[in-house]
């Protein structure tokens, strides 16, 4: 299984953005150095918490400070910008890195953005679709392409730098569970990141692997487990759960009361239509949205009974949280790469086996002694 970080991000509006951007970067570098496979960012451009408007000028920045971890956008807003230009700059992208990037993107869910661009929430789905299919075609036909589309209109445009990985740069779309979005990338052979949370009346995760699969192949496409991933998953790893809640509650609390709410995504967090907000506690929501909170064998745990209710996945990318300081969530990181990491990579297994075999044949007197013996 791999592992990421994903970044919404999510900062404090009263804080200075160009230190939390720099935080950001020496982020990835840490988390680098402890051996993550990959780092996601978000698009956003209203509501002051996210402030990254432009993941692939983030992630170009990531990429000088790094040398091995991939770097990933979820999600570029594919509504919010001309599909040419996407196309063209994650391309470039992808040259800069060497090879790193993965094109995450999705139709834009953030009220205020949609407010912003003037857009009818009942197009972003169909534009999100359109633009798909003159990225695709600008990454996969040599020569001038065209395409008429309802809101795009390509004329004799091609890109002069094709994407650095072939055929391309994987893509990944987005999934909140609807549906859509896996419809999408089966039948045009792409990725899916899924949330580990979905709404009610939304296809559960293990419902949403096995529609994702048949329509891909309806499609004559073959896909593998090991390219799904899970994504926006808090995970929060300390001495005990008790000591986990303590550093986290009033951090998360605060975020999620101020920013989320305040964003309308109150209803996502009640149990009943309009439950009073003193009543979402925090123990309510780890237990709704499948936080991973607790000690390393706590959060083992965990992981390992989503496997089992998902069925099985490639990848899990963490949500980057700011709801401690900054030295408690680094040993959060600490612990997950040393103690949890490596019960889902197979590292330790051959340390596991020579110990187990130490043990076996010291307690069956199979074990010679080194020592030379006492004449």
Sequence with gaps: MKFGLFMMPSHSIRENPTLAFERDLKLVEYIESLGFDEYWVGEHHTGGWENIPAPDIFLAAAATRTSRIRLGTAAIALPYHNPFHVAERMAFLDHLTYGRLNFGCGPGILGSDIKLFNLNPKDLRPMMNESLDIILKLYKERGEIFYEGQYWNINGMQIQVKPYQKPHLPIYLVSSGSGNSLK?????????????????????????????????????????????????????????????????????????????????????????????????????????????????????????ELEKVTGGFGGLLMLSLEWTDVNKWYKSLELFSRYVIPQFNDSVNGLNDSYNQMVKDEISGNLPSGRAKKK
């Excluded at 192949?217 to 390219?227: H, L, P, Q, T």
């Excluded at 994504?231 to 008790?242: A, D, E, F, Q, T």
């Design 184 to 304: 999408v990338a089966a039948e045009r052979g792409l990725r899916v990141i899924s949330g580990a949370y979905t709404l009610p009346g939304s296809l559960k995760l293990n419902e949403q692997w096995d529609f994702f699969e048949s329509t891909s192949i309806d499609n004559g496409y073959s896909v593998n487990r090991k390219d799904w991933f899970l994504g926006n998953v808090p995970i929060y790893v300390s001495s005990s759960r008790k000591q986990a809640l303590e550093d986290i509650s009033a951090g998360a609390m605060n975020e999620i009361r101020n920013y989320s709410f305040r964003a309308g995504a109150k209803p996502t967090f009640e149990l009943y239509p309009g439950q009073p907000e003193s009543e979402i506690t925090i123990e309510q929501i780890i237990k709704q949205r499948r936080w991973i909170i607790g000690d390393p064998d706590e959060c083992i745990a965990q992981i390992k």
